[in-house]
């Protein structure tokens, strides 16, 4: 790893794109190159969901008290819940010339890119908008109230995804975690090039194709 500098990297993705699954398997296979930092949230957990290991389950008192004391790099609320970065990991990761990801939503990656300008944005999808409801729904932890709603932001984020720098199209997950790894590596090394066609510049007709069937989706529902 040498003396070179960390790089932050975030992951967006629509809700049901498997970003979750992309970061545990890079964790598994990579996880000394990186740091991931867990997010406090005051949404209530999943089944099998553990407070420090997915994210630190927080009242709305005390997320509102990390705010107060600026303990948190971002914050956002998503779909009637905060999330958001703790500061203090993340700054000592990177100085340590670690990698760190943040797996956040839209709102967030917008800020900590305006704060810190050399942040990597990707953004995880499915292959397809179909694929995307099939998953959200498969996944069972959700009600159908939740569901339409994170349908409907997704189809409002379709619209920012161009704010982004990198599309990963998580159709294999193996490929998807590799690609995550090898464009974090990439961009570490200066070597960015080698990706042109993972851009989001790249991929603008599938991005408007993406939106223009999420939102037939939902018209049909
Ligand atoms: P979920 O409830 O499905 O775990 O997460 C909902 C959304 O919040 C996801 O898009 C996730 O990436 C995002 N999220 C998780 N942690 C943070 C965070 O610390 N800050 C922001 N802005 N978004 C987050």
Do not use: C, W
Not at 23 to 39: A, D, P, Q, T, V
Not at 71 to 91: D, R, S
Not at 174 to 191: E, F, P, S, W, Y
Request: glycine share 8%; proline share 2%.
């Amino acid at each position: 790893m040498g003396d070179k500098k960390g790089v932050l990297a975030i992951v967006s993705g629509f809700s049901g794109a498997g970003k979750g699954t992309i970061m545990k398997s890079l964790m598994e296979r990579y996880g000394e190159e990186y740091g991931l930092s867990i997010s406090a949230t005051t949404r209530a957990p999943r089944p099998g969901e553990e407070n420090g290991r997915e994210y630190f389950f927080v009242t709305e008192e005390e997320f509102l008290q990390m705010i107060k004391d600026d303990n948190l790099i971002e914050y956002a609320n998503y779909v009637g819940n905060y999330y958001g970065t703790p500061k203090q990991y993340v700054m000592e990761q990177l100085a340590k010339g670690k990698n760190v990801i943040l797996e956040i939503e839209m709102q967030g990656a917008l800020k900590v890119k305006a704060k810190m300008p050399d942040t990597a944005l990707l953004f995880v999808t499915t292959k397809d908008a179909k694929t995307l409801k099939e998953r959200l729904t498969g996944r069972g932890t959700e009600t159908e109230d939740v569901i339409a709603q994170r349908m409907k932001r997704a189809i409002e984020e379709s619209s920012g995804i161009t704010d982004y720098d990198y599309l990963v199209v998580n159709d294999k997950l193996d490929d998807a975690v590799n690609l995550v790894h090898q464009l974090i590596t990439g961009i570490r090394d200066q070597k960015e090039e080698a990706f042109d066609a993972y851009r989001i510049s790249s991929n603008i007709d599938f991005i408007n194709e993406m939106k223009h069937d999420l939102e037939q989706i939902m018209e049909g529902e």
